[in-house]
């Protein structure tokens, strides 16, 4: 099955540091990437759309130079969280969908925790 | 616009009895419904989607949910929970032509012994 892995899977960092989030698609290729983030006992947000080879679509209310969204390969997306605050402290999670498959199929990575001090 | 609501917070169960976890959905054009399982500090596992055909569409670990278009709803149901079923349940919807899913606000399962 189509796997998606996520490093780290947990950080914690001091307040005005960056901190950069990897996501890969282990065993297809995928052209567009999704991040995530989600609350505690909360539902997933969209963060942006991530396209591999062109720039990132971010949804409403996101700072693009504070989320910072790299698709540089078919099997690789990271998302970099510039200058964190205690506000950053989420989980953040991204899926792959498969290049030429279905348009339907998006795979979960696992999640990143990540706390700021 | 899509949107997807999931009415109930928590549902609670007794293990051995039927589960079913509730979702309605509003889109423009035609729906792709999915249900994510998602356990602590995990991410989202797929369990089964509806594109078209069968109303009734069975998935993993014994989960079904059927599509009815006339009440717009997408119940997720298990004829026998078990206690390892216990986790938060997230109910999606695509319309037809958009790129984005669109996630319910999810329900906790409690699975009791």
């Known amino acids: 099955g189509a796997v998606v892995s996520q490093h780290p899977s947990r950080v914690i960092c001091k307040s005005g540091t960056s901190v950069k989030i990897e996501c890969r698609s282990l065993d297809f290729q995928a052209t567009t990437m999704f991040w995530y983030r989600q609350f505690p006992k909360q539902s997933l947000m969209l963060m942006a759309t991530s396209n591999e080879g062109s720039k990132a679509t971010y949804e409403q209310g996101v700072e693009k130079d504070k989320f910072l969204i790299n698709h540089a390969s078919l099997t690789l997306s990271t998302l970099t969280v510039t200058s964190a605050h205690p506000e950053d402290s989420s989980f953040y999670i991204c899926?792959?969908?498969?290049?030429?498959?279905?348009?339907?199929?998006?795979?979960f990575g696992p999640g990143t925790r990540l706390t700021v001090l | 616009a899509q949107s997807v609501a999931q009415p109930e917070d928590q549902v609670n169960v007794a293990e051995g009895n039927p589960l079913t976890v509730k979702c309605t959905y509003s889109?423009?054009?035609?729906?792709?419904l999915f249900w994510y399982v998602q356990y602590p500090n995990r991410g989202l596992q797929f369990l089964l989607k509806?594109?078209?055909?069968?109303?009734l569409v069975k998935g993993s670990y014994g989960f079904e949910a059927e599509f009815n278009k006339s009440q717009t709803s997408f119940h997720l149901k298990k004829p026998s929970a078990l206690v390892s079923d216990s986790a938060l349940y997230f109910c999606?919807?695509?319309?037809?032509?958009?790129?984005?899913?669109?996630f319910g606000k999810g329900n906790q399962v409690v699975v009791i012994p």
């Open positions: 999606a919807v695509r319309e037809d032509g958009n790129n984005r899913l669109a």
């Open positions: 899926s792959a969908r498969p290049s030429g498959g279905a348009h339907n199929e998006q795979f």
């Open positions: 889109v423009s054009g035609n729906p792709y």
């Open positions: 509806y594109i078209t055909g069968d109303n």
